[in-house]
């Protein structure tokens, strides 16, 4: 498919979130039954309920839009997860295995955060103000689980420090 308009680009673009969030569904037990702190695992089971809304938003707009979310997979987030996954296979459980899981986490959500980024900036150029203050609000969520694992980090990395040591 040649995308030849904002439009296209725009419906593109959604897809692959799409695709994305969905794939993050089945990472996400994975990676809170790995973890041994239970600050990360609630976490990490937050956020599987916050990325279930974020599809049924995602789905609402393409409903708006006339649109299905299927027929495209995000290779960029599938490279990421492999890479998430093989912190599981290269490292023991405990605090070392949080710290990566952390870090493996974060990249999911800068991902995430350029993408939601994008397509918002797209539905506003294209006068889909509603859309985008969807887009938006998934956004300031994905943020906030950065953020959120960045203070985890914080205890887990010393925690993970110590072990090392």
């Not at 299905?68 to 997979?73: A, D, L, P, Y």
């Amino acid at each position: 498919m040649s995308v030849a308009s904002i439009e296209e680009l725009f419906i593109n673009e959604l897809k692959d979130i799409y695709s994305a969030e969905k794939q993050i569904t089945k990472a996400l037990p994975k990676m809170a039954k790995a973890t041994t702190s239970p600050e990360l695992k609630a976490a990490f089971e937050s956020h599987l309920q916050e990325t279930m809304g974020q599809i049924q938003r995602l789905e609402q707009i393409f409903e708006t839009l006339g649109k299905t979310g299927r027929g495209k997979v995000c290779h960029g987030m599938q490279g990421v997860l492999e890479e998430g996954s093989e912190v599981l296979q290269d490292t023991k459980k405990g605090g070392i295995r949080d710290a990566a899981l952390i870090s493996a986490a974060q990249r999911v959500e800068h991902y995430e955060m350029a993408a939601y980024g994008c397509v918002r900036e797209y539905a506003s150029l294209l006068g889909k103000k509603d859309i985008a203050k969807l887009l938006e609000q998934t956004l300031e969520e994905e943020k906030a689980a950065d953020e959120k694992l960045s203070t985890i980090s914080k205890q887990v990395n010393s925690e993970a420090l110590k072990i090392a040591a």
